[in-house]
């Protein structure tokens, strides 16, 4: 049975981007109600009504995973030690992006699937590239083109995107080869937990998955769990490693850790999330409390990153251009937007980040290492980031 324990309000959807804030485009901007869920029987955690995908992925998708340092050296090492490890002769990828893993295998071994055709586009002129969302129909089409018996299945940022995990699933059963190995990496809902990071909830986050309710669902499509690893990227993200229910693999030592730690941490009880619901309610009003006090002072404060996860935040602690001044962004088709919901203006750090800055609202903590050693000057001469992770205060180090 799923019991709703947080709502987080009426919000955009996070990738919405507006190029103006002319009267007529904000009469159109789209919200829904996100309100999350827990499954007692399966310890599923979800999006109670989750958004049309159709609305989601579309040719205007902004989020390009090379453009970030870290993400681009993870995906290589990635690629590295997936090939290393099973040696597989096909590789496929659900929710491709821009190339980032594929690029690192050989063209003819991979084929790319990208619902967003923008970024389809991209991956096209490389390999071969599905622009099309991952179902049941994609995994029959695969089939019939002799594509299937696929070794190894990667999947990072996306299979907790997609509403219908039965049809996730059993496609994947349908064209993994006997031993082929599934791999899927998405944020870890005990770190969410640990953080405090309500931010991870957001449209496209249809799910947070823990290695318990990955290992309970997917036995119902004839697939199994074996291996788990903990990665520190999306501020604390877990990679599956999921083979046929018959396939060759046994169950790590460090899966059978995992699953202990979570249910030591109660994951499997409703109780944990009713407490870390109260956690979130506090945040917020620490946030606000802290925004407002800092304006009094007659400080300046802008936000740094404009990520998926700031815009719940900001959504949900009402936090409006009175408070924050603008907001920073590499991402070239990000600037000169506004953010979804708040309607920040988001311009280049190049323009954005000067001396008249007091704060900082790090929107993008999941970078705040690399965003750190960046910002050396700025910290130097007494600028301060503002965090909501774990908990809320300001930063010089
Ligand atoms: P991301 O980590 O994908 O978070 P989300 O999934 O919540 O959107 O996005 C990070 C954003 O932060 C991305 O738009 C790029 C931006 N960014 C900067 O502007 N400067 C930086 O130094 C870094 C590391 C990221």
């Known amino acids: 049975m799923n019991k709703v324990f947080l709502n987080l309000g009426q919000q955009p959807l996070a990738n919405s981007f507006l190029k103006d804030i002319k009267r007529s485009t904000l009469r159109n901007e789209f919200f829904y109600n996100l309100k999350i869920c827990f499954n007692t029987k399966n310890y599923l955690v979800s999006i109670k009504k989750p958004v049309n995908p159709k609305k989601q992925y579309t040719d205007q998708y902004a989020h390009r995973a090379s453009e970030s340092k870290t993400m681009r ?135 947070v998955f823990s290695s318990i309710s990955i290992n309970n669902i997917i036995k119902k499509y004839g697939l199994r769990l074996f291996d788990i690893e903990h990665l520190t990227t999306h501020g604390g993200s877990n990679r599956y490693y999921i083979c046929k229910e018959k396939g060759k693999y046994k169950q790590s030592l460090r899966l059978k850790r995992a699953l202990k730690k979570e249910l030591s941490y109660k994951l499997d009880k409703i109780k944990s999330y ?92 999941n970078f705040k290492k690399e965003i750190f050693k960046k910002e050396k000057n700025f910290l130097r001469r007494g600028g301060r980031f503002i965090t909501h992770v774990p908990k809320v205060t300001t930063l010089s180090k």
């Not at 980032?100 to 991209?122: D, G, H, T």
């Not at 039965?166 to 006997?178: A, D, H, R, W």
């Not at 936090?319 to 988001?346: A, E, W």
Request: proline share 3%.
């Open 274 to 365: 009713y407490k870390f619901s109260k956690r979130v309610k506090l945040s917020r009003k620490k946030l606000f409390k802290l925004i407002e006090s800092l304006k009094k002072r007659n400080k300046k404060i802008i936000s740094y990153g404009a990520t998926y996860k700031s815009t719940t935040v900001f959504n949900y602690c009402r936090i409006n251009s009175r408070m924050i001044d603008y907001v920073t962004d590499t991402t070239l088709n990000k600037q000169g937007k506004y953010t979804p919901g708040t309607h920040l203006k988001i311009i280049s750090p190049k323009d954005g980040i000067n001396d008249n800055i007091d704060y900082a609202f790090l929107g993008a903590w």
């Open 73 to 207: 050296l993870a995906f290589k090492q990635i690629a590295k030690k997936l090939f290393k490890r099973f040696k597989p002769k096909k590789i496929m990828e659900i929710g491709s992006n821009d190339g980032v893993f594929l690029k690192n295998f050989n063209k003819k071994s991979v084929i790319a699937v990208e619902p967003c055709k923008n970024l389809a586009r991209i991956t096209k002129k490389l390999f071969k590239t599905y622009d099309e969302f991952w179902n049941l129909k994609l995994s029959k089409k695969l089939i019939k083109e002799k594509k299937g018996e696929i070794d190894l299945i990667f999947s990072a940022n996306t299979i907790s995107h997609i509403p219908n995990l039965e049809e996730t699933f059993t496609g994947i059963n349908n064209i993994l080869s006997q031993d082929g190995v599934f791999v899927i990496e998405d944020p870890s809902l005990l770190k969410v937990l640990q953080n405090n990071s309500y931010d991870q909830f957001y449209d496209e986050h249809v799910y």
